[in-house]
């Protein structure tokens, strides 16, 4: 069953909407709602942004109206922060003005224990669906679509607003915002992402469907706590995976983990071993917790040629190598990558080119503190391990701290010079691992440049060598999936 | 066969040096070598410090020596960092000045593939003992002793001057220098740390007896890639963990692991099941890498009443608790800990204490958002979950990101109120789960008040559920070991 198309259509207003109103617009600034208002105007949204509150005049600046009929303008999306029992009431109003989406972030619902709160939510979205409205929630903080300048209620940093491939669906508010925030200072660049909590009307087989369809998402990721129709959200899953990479983390898989889920976002868990059969068949990614979930997804978006297991490793720049050198290995090993020998050539051109004493000519390659100082003979090894025939990607451990120890902080920039033209020259990925440690803020430099150039970086080996076998195990699956 | 005491009065120079002399202080401060001169000042060492250099007078403002015998004091201790071939004829003016230990941070012995350097090691140690001199490396950065002021070649923040029970053998340098590096910024305290290199004459076996014979040394680590004498290593290892947590990370389990310790530090590494099977009968701890390792570390220093699988998480201090939930009882439940639901009467004085919508009043505990601007309902839920008689231990999360969001930076105090009274009315321990994002430096300032208040903190639940569980592993090693 291919992608439906028409699902673009159908959800336009979710990610796209012209007019934003905010019902139930807190004028207390610590509320949580009010990040709503802080979200969309750090984020520069483009269309009129209406503020609802009956009793308040001005908030963050912004005219308040009493109410949404009060609104002049048209309305085709309204953000719904108001007590659970005036939204049957908000939804005729809605209809008067023709709103075509609304987000609810109330929550209190199926997921809570209050009697007749699931009932007050089958109610909503009935109603609304009848009058034509489509319901992302309730219980959830709702969409980001950096293009078209949407934000969820949180105050993203710089780099959010720069578009990429990356679409994130997830049930949990905090791991949208948590997720976000982290993913776009490594570089993770977004088509969209949104939060849909208890997913009562617009559920994740939608969402997959409209990622799968949407020419701007490259990449499906996932937070998903549980699913209603598990038939459909296979059969668009294997569809999805089949055409992009889909990265999903699975909240609930333990008893307790089940039991909270359900207390969250009312969701039925399902067992992990179903969960791992029915992703793994699915062709999906399979990840656990924020961390990998960004580590992979940075890992699909910066090593598309990734298909090969065999990774050189070079270690020892500012001192320091040798143990890294043994970790990394360990690290690679346990997640079926290979660190191979490298060819006889290109020892002995390291030995013509590194100091003799403290350096490693294996792969592990530790280039000793000396040549660290010496970029022309640095980046003579680097060049000489990149065109090694045995090897198909290299992982550079980098301490900024040690380096902040004896150069000045401009030196990060020759080192990224040197990661720059050994990537123009070869087509092979490279990985930096950013060791921070309690030196000034200047550490976070390297990451910037990494993350602006593309580059990966990873704070561990344990990290860089999981998302690399996420990748190949992806790429794998695809390979299978085409062999005659 | 008991620890043999001996071992303090024999190794009490390694550890203790009266006097310093570094052969070899290099003029260029870009040089690994001028490290040790930094570290020492930095460090206040408190007896003497020389510096020998041939051809420079001033190195770092401080006048040199010709050579060790033109120094007119008495020296015990000598830190080598001179071309190897020149160490033979070193020894024989270290007999005249009655050096009692020297540590050697030249490299390119037994781990090179030069002819004739495994048997010029051997030649230096064997001369050396022969002189009554014992040797520390070759190939290592030597010394970190907080309490005497010796340091290694690196300058340690301020907080590694505070000396604690933590003792740290490692044959990496650069796995001790980051491992005391990121290490004391969370709060661990050492008694002493050693990086041993090839451990030619003093070996893990000679520091494993040591540590657990050192009164001042309550918990022992260390990082290994090798070891020439199993059996005594085993005995030993065995004997030392009958008396003290010993957590060990044991590098080159991989086949490319193995190949890159050889090429480091001369070690034989020995295969994956054996080292687990002797880790696991001897009582040790196995981790794998330096976060693990300090994670543990720091769950033994500040944990020591931990032993018990049921703990309690809250989570939502500032919004976005559910999803943080979800994945806490995941991470917790794969380590084999307990998430229980809490007492009745307990969830039914949450529900008087907290919001409704919004708060789950299970465990793990969503206090919401709105609990948060309001620390005395917050301090009662707190108090009310670590009350509960089915919680023996509580972990707060904590994003510092969303409190400077909407308090201002002082507000880490009050929150740090809450936390000490707690920890002071109840006998239970307390976990922090301090997510960094990308806010500005004041991050950090939770995780230092923590740390100075010996409460851990963990940037990922998965962390510290690891660590917590790896606690209970030894405990319950004790206990059975205990048993009739």
Same mark, same amino acid.
């Given at each position: 069953?291919?992608?439906?198309?028409?699902?673009?259509?159908?959800?336009? @207003?979710?990610?796209?909407?012209?007019s934003i109103a905010i019902?139930?617009?807190? &004028?207390?600034?610590?509320?949580?709602?009010?990040?709503?208002?802080?979200?969309?105007?750090?984020?520069?949204f483009r269309g009129p942004l209406y503020l609802v509150n009956p009793s308040v005049v001005i908030v963050q600046g912004i005219q308040t109206y009493s109410s949404l009929i009060s609104i002049p303008g048209s309305i085709d999306y309204v953000i719904v922060n108001i007590a659970k029992r005036f939204i049957l009431d908000l939804l005729d109003e809605c209809r008067e003005k023709n709103v075509k989406v609304i987000q609810i972030f109330t929550a209190g619902f199926g997921e809570s224990d209050e009697?007749?709160?699931?009932?007050?939510e089958q109610k909503i979205v009935q109603k609304a669906r009848s009058l034509?409205?489509?319901?992302?929630?309730?219980?959830?903080?709702?969409?980001?679509?950096?293009?078209? &300048?949407?934000?969820?209620?949180?105050?993203?940093?710089?780099?959010?607003?720069k578009p990429g491939g990356v679409a994130y669906l997830c049930q949990s508010g905090?791991? @949208?915002?948590?997720?976000?925030?982290i993913s776009v200072k490594r570089g993770i660049r977004f088509s969209k992402a949104i939060s849909y909590g208890n997913g009562t009307d617009i559920d994740s087989p939608d969402l997959l469907e409209y990622f799968g369809a949407d020419p701007e998402s490259e990449i499906v990721s996932a937070y998903i706590e549980g699913i209603t129709d598990g038939a459909r959200f296979f059969e668009v899953l294997k569809e999805v995976s089949s055409l992009k990479p889909t990265v999903i983390w699975k909240g609930g898989l333990s008893g307790a983990g089940a039991r909270a889920a359900g207390s969250h976002t009312a969701s039925l868990a399902g067992s992990e071993v179903?969960?791992?059969?029915?992703?793994?068949?699915?062709?999906?990614i399979q990840v656990e917790g924020l961390e990998e979930l960004a580590d992979t997804i940075l890992a699909f978006q910066t090593l598309p040629k990734l298909n090969s297991k065999r990774v050189a490793v070079i270690s020892g720049l500012f001192g320091a190598g040798g143990g890294a050198s043994v970790a990394s290995c360990d690290a690679l090993s346990r997640q079926g990558l290979e660190v191979p020998v490298l060819n006889a050539e290109t020892i002995a051109q390291l030995k013509n080119t590194l100091p003799f004493d403290g350096s490693i000519f294996q792969n592990p390659v530790d280039v000793g503190a000396i040549a660290t100082s010496d970029l022309v003979r640095f980046s003579k090894a680097v060049e000489l391990v990149f065109s090694d025939q045995n090897?198909?990607?290299?992982?550079?451990?980098?301490?900024?701290?040690?380096?902040? =120890?004896?150069?000045?902080?401009?030196?990060?920039?020759?080192?990224?010079?040197?990661?720059?033209?050994? &990537?123009?020259t070869h087509n092979k990925p490279l990985i930096v691992l950013s060791q921070k440690l309690s030196a000034p803020i200047e550490e976070d430099l390297l990451e910037?440049? =990494?993350?602006?150039?593309?580059?990966? @970086?990873?704070? @561990?080996v344990e990290r860089a060598a999981k998302a690399i076998a996420n990748v190949i195990k992806y790429q794998e699956f695809k390979a299978d999936a085409c062999a005659p």
């Amino acid at each position: 069953m291919p992608i439906d198309q028409s699902i673009l259509e159908e959800l336009e @207003t979710v990610f796209y909407p012209d007019s934003i109103a905010i019902v139930g617009a807190p &004028r207390d600034e610590r509320k949580p709602g009010s990040l709503y208002v802080k979200g969309l105007l750090n984020a520069g949204f483009r269309g009129p942004l209406y503020l609802v509150n009956p009793s308040v005049v001005i908030v963050q600046g912004i005219q308040t109206y009493s109410s949404l009929i009060s609104i002049p303008g048209s309305i085709d999306y309204v953000i719904v922060n108001i007590a659970k029992r005036f939204i049957l009431d908000l939804l005729d109003e809605c209809r008067e003005k023709n709103v075509k989406v609304i987000q609810i972030f109330t929550a209190g619902f199926g997921e809570s224990d209050e009697d007749g709160a699931s009932d007050l939510e089958q109610k909503i979205v009935q109603k609304a669906r009848s009058l034509g409205i489509r319901v992302i929630g309730p219980n959830c903080i709702g969409v980001y679509n950096p293009a078209h &300048r949407v934000s969820i209620p949180w105050v993203l940093p710089r780099e959010a607003w720069k578009p990429g491939g990356v679409a994130y669906l997830c049930q949990s508010g905090g791991n @949208t915002g948590f997720f976000l925030e982290i993913s776009v200072k490594r570089g993770i660049r977004f088509s969209k992402a949104i939060s849909y909590g208890n997913g009562t009307d617009i559920d994740s087989p939608d969402l997959l469907e409209y990622f799968g369809a949407d020419p701007e998402s490259e990449i499906v990721s996932a937070y998903i706590e549980g699913i209603t129709d598990g038939a459909r959200f296979f059969e668009v899953l294997k569809e999805v995976s089949s055409l992009k990479p889909t990265v999903i983390w699975k909240g609930g898989l333990s008893g307790a983990g089940a039991r909270a889920a359900g207390s969250h976002t009312a969701s039925l868990a399902g067992s992990e071993v179903v969960w791992e059969a029915v992703l793994k068949q699915a062709g999906a990614i399979q990840v656990e917790g924020l961390e990998e979930l960004a580590d992979t997804i940075l890992a699909f978006q910066t090593l598309p040629k990734l298909n090969s297991k065999r990774v050189a490793v070079i270690s020892g720049l500012f001192g320091a190598g040798g143990g890294a050198s043994v970790a990394s290995c360990d690290a690679l090993s346990r997640q079926g990558l290979e660190v191979p020998v490298l060819n006889a050539e290109t020892i002995a051109q390291l030995k013509n080119t590194l100091p003799f004493d403290g350096s490693i000519f294996q792969n592990p390659v530790d280039v000793g503190a000396i040549a660290t100082s010496d970029l022309v003979r640095f980046s003579k090894a680097v060049e000489l391990v990149f065109s090694d025939q045995n090897i198909d990607m290299v992982i550079i451990h980098l301490p900024v701290k040690l380096l902040l =120890c004896s150069f000045p902080v401009e030196y990060v920039d020759d080192i990224m010079e040197v990661f720059l033209k050994v &990537r123009q020259t070869h087509n092979k990925p490279l990985i930096v691992l950013s060791q921070k440690l309690s030196a000034p803020i200047e550490e976070d430099l390297l990451e910037q440049k =990494c993350a602006e150039a593309q580059i990966p @970086t990873y704070s @561990t080996v344990e990290r860089a060598a999981k998302a690399i076998a996420n990748v190949i195990k992806y790429q794998e699956f695809k390979a299978d999936a085409c062999a005659p």
